[in-house]
């Protein structure tokens, strides 16, 4: 089973990254060891969130799956990060290197910036007789900045020149920060130092064009010098003088220092490359070195690079008009693989973009956060080749990093470099490119990761922005009530019709107007609930009978469909069927239980004769109502209540019952019942 080296570091230091990994790899050719870098570009004056979704790929590897780990410090320098991940390499039982910079217990690989430094002072003061100098600095917890600003001091104390340093000044490692302190400097009239010492090469050419623009040349002026021997200071005129600090056997160090600590024979331990100045033209120094045999290499050079360039922009542009032209999330997938299967020339046969699982979910809920430490347990797979083999699954795990990467052991040593798919602290996924040394140097994995980045995120807010605008439209097109289009939908559909009829003179559709019976009755009677109640009841008549067809609303008890397709066809049939469905009319209450009642009216579009779809309208309209007359016409008769017997007024009765009591007093009645009451007494 392959061994596996996990770097961390930056990509601002790609020139010195590269040298460092080619000696690494030079040292481990003869042992089958595959390097994962996991790099970003995080700059001091980035937000918190854009340095957070940066380093979230240093999160993503398991460290108990690795042999190793290397800390590349002359890129990172963020010392919050490094302690993270020596803890996390602790906790997993795996050795530890650091580069350029210290931690307590931690092997090391350095370079003796010390006394290369101090090699620098002796010229400058003795060759060129430098009495005032400026240091711009890179941060002040950088080792490498804080030795050689160290350097300057000691050797100044030691040969009674203190009063020499007149001034620090710490950039944070950004050219822009040495730009503004420059133009001070000329703007405010004084003396220009005699020489600026910069803390790396990139500062130090900086420094030399904006002396330039103020009118100021290197060296004739002022003198200028940095670190790191980059080839580009070696190709800019003047040529930078420089401190070369030897990446590549550095590189070869820390590979053989990994091979001792992975065996078990040594315990944390330091390498120290020695250094060397290397004086420029820009000390005015020209006998030390050839810096234009350097500058026709580059010469020879330019026109492929120039070439590779263009193609490079070229795809992606190419890449941001597929991805932007996609109205779904599924036309992105197919259309970027397509893509990508189709033209990988500059990604390689070894090449995937993977996807954390909720940035389709985030496009079509903005509740979902993609700001997130590490990514998901489970990732989807965009894109992904190994070995020219498509992986077809549509996630994989991702504490495997690399889809496809167990089944393609080749018994070869591979590089692959990690890259963070961002936006700001949210988190979209991740690229992985292999074996791609080149373009570590020339920052072309940056340009891609950036903008593939920038795109995404352009093409997630597009998206979310078109869904929510379909859902405002379609709230503000829909019926509350009934859930059918309204009345607004409507006059947008007869702006289409009428613009087909202007263009197409065989289009084939209909009109069916809808008017709902006896709505007020219900309202008036039962409420407006009820009312409510019984429009639904017929919408849902309407919209059952004629499926295929749009249904507006478009007002309180009217609807209008557009008959097209089948329903156009069958329209006669539908009618039939529509009007066997409806309720006798009657408008007397109470009205039968699930009464509907509606008319209905139809008219189709004639070719030649119909101009204007309000001809259409019409029509269909004097059809409903011709219809509802023959609804009103067609009601049952209604039932006369049974004739009740006629009953006593009040004055009869209370005759009647006077009548009774005067018949009750009559002597005759008494004498009946007194004798009837006799005779009982007799007999006894």
């Known amino acids: 089973m392959k061994k596996k080296i996990a770097i961390f570091t930056t990509g601002w230091c790609g020139e010195i990254l590269s040298q460092f990994l080619t000696g690494m790899r030079t040292e481990l050719k003869k042992e089958i060891v595959d390097t994962f870098i996991f790099l970003c570009y995080p700059t001091y004056i980035d937000t918190a969130a854009m340095k957070r979704g940066e380093m979230n790929i240093y999160d993503l590897p398991d460290l108990n799956d690795f042999n190793g780990v290397i800390i590349f410090g002359s890129g990172l320098d963020f010392k919050d990060k490094i302690e993270e991940i020596i803890e996390r390499a602790r906790k997993a039982h795996i050795p530890v290197i650091m580069q350029g910079a210290r931690s307590h217990g931690i092997s090391y690989v350095g370079s003796d910036n010390y006394l290369a430094t101090k090699y620098m002072c002796e010229h400058l003061i003795n060759v060129h007789g430098v009495k005032n100098i400026v240091f711009f600095a890179g941060t002040r917890d950088s080792h490498d900045s804080e030795l050689r600003l160290n350097a300057v001091r000691d050797y100044l104390e030691e040969h009674y020149y203190p009063a020499n340093l007149k001034e620090v000044f710490y950039t944070n490692w950004e050219n822009a920060a040495a730009t503004r302190r420059v133009n001070e400097i000329c703007a405010s009239g004084k003396k220009l130092p005699d020489v600026f010492i910069c803390a790396n090469d990139g500062l130090a050419m900086e420094t030399c064009l904006t002396l330039n623009k103020n009118g100021f040349g290197v060296p004739g002026d ?19 003088a420089s401190v070369d600090q030897c990446f590549t056997e550095m590189g070869v160090a820390a590979g053989k220092l990994w091979r001792e600590l992975a065996g078990g024979r040594s315990r944390a331990r330091s390498r120290i490359i020695p250094c060397r100045f290397v004086p420029g033209e820009s000390y005015n120094c020209y006998e030390y070195r050839n810096s234009d045999k350097i500058r026709r290499r580059v010469g020879r050079e330019a026109f492929s690079k120039r070439a590779q360039t263009t193609y490079f922009n070229r795809k992606l542009d190419l890449i941001d008009s597929t991805i ?18 189709e033209n990988h020339d500059y990604e390689g046969d070894s090449f995937h973009v993977i996807l954390e699982p909720d940035f389709a979910l985030s496009i079509y809920d903005p509740s979902v956060s993609l700001d997130k430490k590490g990514y998901s347990q489970c990732m989807e797979v965009l894109y992904s080749t190994e070995n020219g083999v498509p992986y077809n699954e549509p996630q994989f795990l991702s504490k495997d990093l690399i889809p496809g990467y167990k089944d393609s052991e080749d018994n070869e040593s591979h590089m692959y470099v990690f890259l963070p798919l961002h936006e700001a602290a949210e988190t979209f996924g991740y690229l992985v490119f292999r074996d791609c040394m080149d373009s570590i140097s020339n920052r072309f994995l940056h340009s891609y990761q950036n903008r593939l980045g920038l795109v995404f995120d352009k093409f997630k807010h597009a998206l979310t922005l078109d869904l929510i605008n379909k859902r405002l439209l379609d709230l503000m097109r829909r019926d509350p009530l009934t859930g059918v289009n309204n009345r607004m939908a409507y006059e947008d559909k007869e702006k289409y019709l009428q613009s087909m009829i202007n263009t197409d003179r065989k289009a084939r559709f209909a009109i069916a107007m809808f008017d709902v019976n006896n709505l007020k009755l219900i309202n008036d ?19 059952n009978v004629f499926k295929h067809s749009p249904v507006f609303r478009i007002g309180g008890d009217e609807f209008v469909a557009v008959l097209i397709g089948e329903d156009y066809i069958k329209r006669e049939r539908l009618l039939k069927e529509f009007n066997k469905k409806m309720s006798k009319y009657s408008d007397k209450l109470p009205l039968p239980e699930n009464y509907v009642s509606i008319a209905c009216g139809i008219s189709c579009f004639t070719p030649g004769e119909d101009w204007a779809v309000a001809d259409i309208v019409r029509r269909a309209d004097e059809e409903m109502y011709r219809a509802k007359a023959e609804m009103k016409m067609a009601k049952p008769p209604v039932k006369k209540p049974a004739a009740k017997k006629p009953t006593e007024t009040k004055k009869a009765a209370v005759n009647k019952a006077s009548e009774k009591k005067t018949a009750a007093n009559k002597p005759d009645a008494k004498k009946k019942t007194t004798g009837k009451t006799t005779e009982k007494k007799t007999g006894k």
Not at 222 to 240: A, E
């Open 222 to 240: 002022v003198m200028v010098t940095g670190y790191d021997f980059i080839d580009d200071s070696q190709i800019f005129d003047p040529s930078i």
């Open 324 to 341: 932007l032209s996609c109205l779904t999330y599924e036309d992105f997938k197919r259309n970027i693989r397509r893509l990508l299967m």
């Open 525 to 543: 009677n039962n409420g407006h609930e009820a009312g409510d109640e019984y429009l639904k009841r017929a919408c849902h008549v309407i919209c």
